[in-house]
């Protein structure tokens, strides 16, 4: 599959630079002496420079969920799968089981930014900068998934600029900006405690300073 979408994306561009290489040398060769083929050309250019954007931006989620998945580096001792199949969840693009049991679903996107919206009922839980919304929500589906495999959710912005996680109280989700140890800490970090209400909550201890201790050798746990 990863080959036929490079084959796939390598034979538009190269269509693309086509259509602006045969564009621009028909207007300049005829530019002054047949003044429909030289606009001709300039739209050929034209539609090669759109079809090279277009490419390029239906691409770009693809490599930054690939350069995401190939940065992980859980322990061994956790059950780590990729494009799991949940029924009423569809597909996740990271699971995770910790070796205490604790799952997690990961959503992969290539915002650089992220924050929380105002709670208005219908609208998006996350913004992007300077709070304009998400083309497509990635949070509901998510959460859907979360849910149905009885999971936090966690949205993972590995191109966010400034390292730091995002949670909101009485949500099932954790928001995390940065590469793939801000990741790792908060899914170590996270821990799950029970409420006064007998559910159950997610905490996020402070960042230890101190080196930890090598954790013994346990079997992963079987992803279902």
Sequence with gaps: MRNNNFAS????????????????????????SW????AAGGVAALIGLALIAHTEIRERPRRVLRKARRALNLP??????????????GVIPVAVIRSDGVRFVI???????????????????LVGPRGKKFKN?????????????????????????HPRNLRQQGCNLIV???????????????????KH????????????TSKPRKAEVESAPEMV
């Excluded at 561009?13 to 621009?24: S, T």
């Excluded at 509901?140 to 495999?149: C, D, G, N, R, V």
């Excluded at 209400?197 to 230890?208: G, S």
């Design 107 to 125: 959503d992969i996107q290539g915002f650089n930014d992220a924050g929380w919206n105002d709670p208005i009922e219908g609208e998006s839980l």
């Design 137 to 161: 929500d990635p949070v509901a589906p998510l959460i859907q998934a979360a849910t149905a495999w009885g999971a936090t959710a966690i949205l993972w912005l590995p191109e966010a600029k």
């Design 35 to 38: 003044w429909e083929m030289a």
């Design 176 to 194: 995390v900006l940065g590469g793939a140890r801000e990741l790792k800490h908060v899914l170590r970090g996270a821990e799950i405690v029970p």
């Design 76 to 89: 061994t001792q956790w059950a780590v799968k990729f494009d799991k199949k949940v029924p009423q969840g």
């Design 197 to 208: 209400d007998a559910t159950l909550e997610m905490t996020m201890p402070p960042k230890r």
């Design 9 to 32: 994306w390598l034979g538009q561009m190269l269509l693309g630079f086509a259509f602006i290489l045969g564009g621009l040398e028909a207007a300049r060769i005829t530019w002054g």
